[in-house]
């Protein structure tokens, strides 16, 4: 019989100060989509990213799709986008009948590789064909290579959104992921480092751009004293309750960040010197919010694979999970094209081969974290126990 609770990847991390702020909208009776904390919660988010704008958007997932129709992404286009990701980030490009073309990530941050960013914009510009946007994912709390993709994509003359999900306290050069974009979109699902139990936001420095976009996320209704309608509209709006919870989960963004840091620390001091372990890295300049920690394991040297571990860690109650199956390996994308980082092979390919996510959560206990270790330790020692 397990006589301990069961430990979860990332489940949601409360405040204290959530209900607070719900009464507050119970009290005036603000229940409907809209309300004073929804504006509120825009305006925090702006600030903290240090951009001018934001729109509060039902889910990440419809952050992202509002900023492809922004960017006039419609049937037949080419969209270029991270491979390494979770399936959110690429189907709003299908949503919209468009065609989404996979870049493969780069070693050291594991995010989008500017070489095979280049060499995808140099084959699709030789054909006269030059994607409308490029959706740029940085992956686990860590900002992709910005100053480099930036670079290539205004060559190019290209518009890129930040799909910065998974990156929300985190920084690049100092400057907060989500605001190197036109677009930088943040979700609040429930296992995000904040939440609101599903939610998502659109920032940008674009404060017209913005103002399409919440025109489209609430039904867009011209101004007109009866119900009239030019545009097509989303019902992709959040709800107030939804947004009272997200400005008290703002206010501990950063604590939620350290702790997930720390978190991050002690797998790393337990670990990080066992041959064929190997830590996502933290390039220079990067300060990632370690949302999840994510580490390779080479079987052939450790003697286990991940799914070994991960398969072990399920026995012992606790959650782990493989890293995202890159999009290119996807049934529903296979037949896309694919662009890897160099003629050596793909790195994606390999970290979906080896990659895995432990327990990061910062309601997590000292104890929960050992508990972990030594679980770890144990399938490591044991090897094919499990
Ligand atoms: C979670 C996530 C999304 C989608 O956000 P939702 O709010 O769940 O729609 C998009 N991209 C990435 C990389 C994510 O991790």
């Known amino acids: 019989m397990v006589q301990h609770k069961k430990i979860y990847l990332s489940p949601p991390h409360m405040s204290g100060n959530e209900l607070k702020l719900i009464k507050e909208a119970f009290r005036d009776n603000w229940i409907a989509p809209l309300g004073p904390h929804v504006d509120a919660f825009e305006r925090e988010v702006a600030a903290y990213a240090g951009v001018k704008g934001a729109v509060a958007i039902s889910s990440g997932t419809a952050a992202l799709h509002l900023s492809l129709i922004y960017l006039g992404v419609t049937t037949g286009d080419i969209v270029f986008c991270s491979t390494l990701t979770f399936a959110a980030s690429a189907n709003p490009i299908l949503y919209q ?136 509209g989303f019902n992709y709006r959040l709800s107030n309750i939804s947004a009272a919870i997200g400005r008290a989960q703002l206010r501990v963004l950063d604590q939620r960040v350290e702790k997930r840091r720390e978190i991050f620390k002690s797998y790393y001091q337990a670990f990080s010197k066992r041959d064929g372990i190997k830590f996502m890295g933290e390039p220079p300049n990067c300060h990632s919010t370690r949302w999840l920690t994510a580490l390779m394991v080479d079987s052939a040297r450790t003697g286990v694979s991940f799914i070994q571990i991960i398969q072990g860690l399920a026995e012992l109650d606790i959650e782990a999970r493989p890293v995202w199956k890159p999009m290119h390996l996807q049934p529903l994308y296979k037949e896309y094209s694919y662009f890897q980082h160099s003629e050596e092979g793909s790195v994606s390919d390999l970290l979906f081969q080896q990659g895995l996510c432990l327990p990061s959560g910062s309601s997590l206990t000292k104890k929960d974290i050992e508990r972990v270790i030594k679980s770890i330790s144990e399938i490591l020692r044991t090897g094919h126990k499990y």
Request: aromatic residues 12%; negative net charge.
């Open 97 to 232: 009948r468009a065609l989404p073309v996979f870049i493969d990530s780069e070693p050291d941050s594991w995010n989008m590789s500017p070489q095979a960013l280049e060499r995808a914009f140099e084959h699709y510009k030789m054909k006269g064909q030059m994607p409308k946007a490029v959706i740029v994912v940085n992956l686990y709390g860590q900002s992709a290579n910005m100053e480099a993709i930036l670079e290539i994509c205004q060559r190019y003359g290209v518009p890129m959104i930040e799909d910065a999900a998974e990156s929300l306290g985190a920084s690049y050069k100092g400057k907060k992921s989500g605001s190197f974009g036109k677009f930088g979109i943040y979700s609040f699902n429930g296992n995000k480092i904040i939440t609101t139990s599903c939610g998502g936001m659109v920032i940008s420095d674009d404060e017209e751009a913005l103002a399409k976009i919440r025109f489209w996320a609430s039904q867009s209704r011209d101004p007109a004293i009866y119900y009239q309608h030019s545009e097509l």
